[in-house]
């Protein structure tokens, strides 16, 4: 199975600010990964697809980067709704697994 | 508006079994695979099946492999997940997605763009 590890775990940031959530797959998987936002107690809603294009109706300050092994997925200038906790996937093969998360708090 | 709603969770002793449901609307659902994700309190999403639109092919994660059985009921824009032999591990929220993608550069892009609210499911005695 391909391992999806995530970095950091947990990020504090202000409003406004600028961060970046890495991702790395355990073997290269291309461009075949997708990021998810999910609040307490919701579904996951997907934000990224194919790491770098934006899923219609989710705002332009989040963005997508890579291919291989190494993804990254920033936010620029941080606004109260992006408090969440934001997942990777990767969609290469099966099964088809998820990082562990970033929970990215206030 | 496209929307996916899960049915059937609850309360179960290890052992024991449960049917989930997830009902489909405002989309083609034959014309989708489908996927079930599940969420362990405190932990991250895990993949558990999928089944495709048609034909119907299913895929399991190994730690469901031969106790879980996806389905799907075209007729009736429903996919099923037949749980049995349940574990106190399979305890977690399970949501249904759909599946779709998108060419770029001639490649497909699988993806999970839409999700229902999610059932939980609790295993124990």
């Known amino acids: 199975d391909i391992q999806m590890t995530q970095s950091p775990s947990s990020l504090s940031a202000f409003v406004g600010d600028r961060v970046t959530i890495t991702c790395r797959a355990s073997q290269s998987i291309g461009s075949y990964l997708n990021w998810y936002q999910q609040k307490p107690g919701k579904a996951p809603k997907l934000l990224i697809y194919g790491a770098s294009s934006l899923q219609s109706g989710v705002p332009s300050r989040f963005s997508g980067s890579g291919s291989g092994t190494d993804f990254t997925l920033t936010i620029t200038t941080l606004q109260p709704e992006d408090f969440a906790t934001y997942s990777c996937q990767q969609s290469y093969n099966i099964p088809y697994t998820f990082g562990q998360g970033t929970k990215l708090e206030v | 508006e496209v929307q996916l709603m899960e049915s059937g969770g609850g309360l179960v002793q290890p052992g024991g079994s449960l049917r989930l449901s997830c009902a489909a609307s405002g989309f083609t659902f034959s014309s989708y695979a489908m996927r079930w994700v599940r969420q362990a309190p405190g932990r991250g999403l895990e993949w558990v099946s999928a089944?495709?639109?048609?034909?119907?092919?299913?895929d399991y994660a190994d730690a469901v492999k031969g106790r879980f059985t996806i389905s799907r009921d075209n007729s009736k824009n429903t996919m099923y997940l037949q749980m049995n032999s349940l574990r106190a591990e399979d305890t977690a929220i399970y949501y249904c997605?759909?599946?779709?993608?998108?060419?770029?550069?001639?490649?497909?892009?699988?993806?999970?763009?839409?999700w229902g609210k999610g059932t939980t499911v609790t295993v124990s005695s």
């Open positions: 089944i495709t639109g048609s034909d119907g092919t299913t």
């Open positions: 997605a759909k599946r779709t993608f998108t060419v770029r550069t001639g490649i497909h892009y699988y993806y999970m763009d839409v």
